[in-house]
């Protein structure tokens, strides 16, 4: 059959289905049962006591369920010690619940075992559990590669109650996160760069991006004040939302550029190694709308970082001492070849980054 090359796709993708609200995991083992008689749940190792007997109980006349602590490193090891002990119990469906690496762990063996996969995030610090994406690290936990899959996950479980009850810097590290979503987007939507899909997004997944900003936006605030109070409240209903179901679908399907691209450049040094990922990209977020000249709304920004406690500055991630070596360094791994900063609707050098970055000092 002849493949028509003029054929120029547009595209998005989403997870199979998305479902939030206070109490939500006790509808674990009857999702589950969707999929077969039988489970594994990898529950990270932070939640694991608090969640062994919830979990248990939604399971009871539902499915049968193996539940497993997750070792706290999403490994290729630590995925193969996953995919082995499903096999083993042969189990219809693998379940991850908790934080970023627990909830990647659980989406690679799935897809080795060409399974439907269920996440739980315990947590809305980022965008990671609605994305066909898992992080694979070394033993030793340094970042030794994406591993993109192939589907996003059959479903996303959101218990609002949990994630309530974490500490409200997980929540704003989320804040962060979403709030690159829109600038991404729009510069790749400009540039007419490609998504996570590696073609242009459709007009669905920018205005997807805008809503998840003014979400935030409208709703941060009150949200985190209503995590510090650990109750699920409609603030942090709307944040939940915009935290992991708005980005994950903005970014996989609108395209992400410089925030990310700096961040990765901050990774680089050992002084932020202790700040969330999110905290890392609003000072992504920040630098990109310096390189992008565009002061005004730098300013609002820059404002509603401070409002719903996000760095602004350099030293708010811990560097201190922002030496032109250290610049040069986060410079140097923003601008490489190939990498997403290279979406900006303007050419972008280091010496682009470094002067942005000083302005954040």
């Known amino acids: 059959m002849l493949v028509n090359s003029a054929i120029s796709p547009r595209g998005a993708r989403f ?9 939500a995991i006790g509808l674990l083992g009857q999702e589950a049962g969707r999929y077969g008689k039988s489970a594994i749940v990898l529950v990270d190792r932070g939640v694991f006591d608090m969640l062994e007997q919830p979990v248990s109980s939604a399971f009871r006349g ?28 042969s189990v219809d469906v693998v379940i991850g619940i908790g934080g970023g690496k627990a909830l990647d762990t659980a989406k690679a063996a799935a897809c080795d075992l060409r399974l439907p996969v269920i996440v739980v995030p315990t947590i809305a610090a980022s965008d990671a559990p609605c994305s066909a994406l898992a992080v694979i690290y070394t033993e030793n936990g340094t970042v030794a590669y994406d591993r993109f899959l192939p ?9 609002t109650a949990l994630i309530a009850k ?20 729009d510069a790749c939507r400009r540039s007419g760069a490609s998504n996570c899909m590696k073609m242009p997004g459709v007009p669905l997944a920018f205005e997807i991006a805008r809503f998840c900003r003014a979400t935030i936006f409208e709703h941060g605030t009150a949200a985190l004040a209503e995590c510090d109070a650990g109750r699920a409240g409609p603030a942090i209903e709307r944040v939940i939302e915009a935290n992991i179901l708005l980005s994950g679908i903005g970014f996989e399907s609108g395209g992400v ?6 961040h990765h450049g901050l990774c680089e040094l050992d002084d932020v190694h202790h700040h969330l990922h999110g905290e890392k990209v609003a000072i992504g977020v920040l630098a990109g709308l310096k390189i992008n000249g565009d002061q005004d709304e730098f300013e609002r920004v820059r404002d509603f970082c401070l409002a719903v406690r996000l760095p602004t500055r350099l030293s708010d991630i811990g ?19 190939g990498e997403i900063i290279h979406n900006e609707p303007v050419p972008v050098s ?5 002067a942005a970055l000083k302005a954040l000092i």
Not at 16 to 22: K, N, T
Not at 68 to 88: D, I, N, P, Q
């Open 166 to 185: 974490a500490p409200a810097r997980f929540l704003a590290a989320g804040i962060g996160d979403a709030l690159a979503t829109w600038y991404e987007a």
């Open 62 to 89: 539902e499915a049968d369920v193996v539940l497993l602590r997750h070792g706290g490193e999403c490994s290729e090891r630590a995925v193969s010690e996953l995919v082995a002990r499903a096999s083993a119990a």
């Open 15 to 23: 997870p199979g289905r998305y479902m939030q609200a206070a109490g």
């Open 319 to 337: 560097i201190a001492d922002a030496t032109e070596e250290k610049l040069a360094i986060v410079a140097r791994r923003a601008c490489r070849s």
């Open 257 to 262: 550029a410089a925030a990310h691209a700096i």
């Open 151 to 159: 589907d996003n996950p059959d479903l996303v479980l959101v218990d």
């Open 350 to 354: 280091e010496e682009m980054v470094v």
